[in-house]
């Protein structure tokens, strides 16, 4: 599969994508270290893989779309869904005005939110914070630090091809804000310290 390099004579000034409103590509998608926030103002779609190299974001207007995996050394956001075949991953923060969905794993180093729902093959993890609009669904467990909320219903270990162990049905978060454990097993952890207290 050919990959498609995103370079620095690919952006203007403000570091927006110009070949083009939106980013589609029948192969693998990777933007060049260094470049900063890049933004791309339509949908970006890959068959393959999207990545970024070095610790930046990947930002877009509507849709975010893999046919593999997605990863950034920051933050992933997208104005509409965000949707990979295998797995979505961001050093910080991933952010969708829609839904996430990941065939495998979706994980964030501080927070995952959606405006409606967030679905997962296997876990779904966040270093902070997760928070749906609507419903979240995971193949295993779902595991946060601080805070998960969620508008309706919550589903941890709904793996199909085999029976899942008991941790991997764990929804772990140190409070349930919002939103009803309809499968899985609720595990309140010790809220996370505050620096200097």
Same mark, same amino acid.
């Given at each position: 599969?050919?990959? !498609? ?5 690919? !952006? ?29 103002? *339509? ?39 965000? $949707? ?6 961001? *050093? ?35 270093? !902070?914070?997760?928070?749906? *609009? ?10 946060? $630090? ?32 919002? *939103? ?13 310290? $505050?620096?200097?207290?």
């Amino acid at each position: 599969m050919e990959t !498609l390099r995103i370079t620095k004579a690919d !952006l203007n000034e403000r570091n927006e994508y110009t070949r083009s409103r939106d980013l589609e590509f029948e192969g693998h998608i990777e933007i060049e270290a260094s470049l900063g926030w890049v933004k791309i103002l *339509g949908l970006i779609r890959a068959a393959g893989g999207l990545s970024i190299e070095a610790g930046s974001s990947i930002e877009a207007g509507s849709s975010i779309k893999a046919g593999l995996s997605i990863e950034a050394g920051t933050s992933i956001e997208a104005g509409t869904s965000i $949707k990979a075949g295998l797995s979505i991953e961001a *050093g910080s923060s991933i952010e969708a005005g829609s839904s996430i969905k990941a065939g495998l794993s979706i994980e964030a180093g501080t927070s995952i939110k959606a405006g409606w729902s967030i679905e997962a093959g296997s876990s779904i993890k966040a270093g !902070l914070s997760i928070e749906a *609009g609507e419903s979240i669904k995971a193949g295993w467990s779902i595991r946060c $630090k601080a805070k998960l909320t969620v508008k309706l219903r919550i589903f941890a270990g709904l793996c199909t091809w085999r029976l899942p162990k008991p941790e991997q049905q764990v929804i772990e978060c140190a409070e349930l804000t919002e *939103g009803a454990v309809c499968f899985g097993t609720l595990k309140l952890l010790e809220a996370p310290k $505050k620096e200097g207290k």
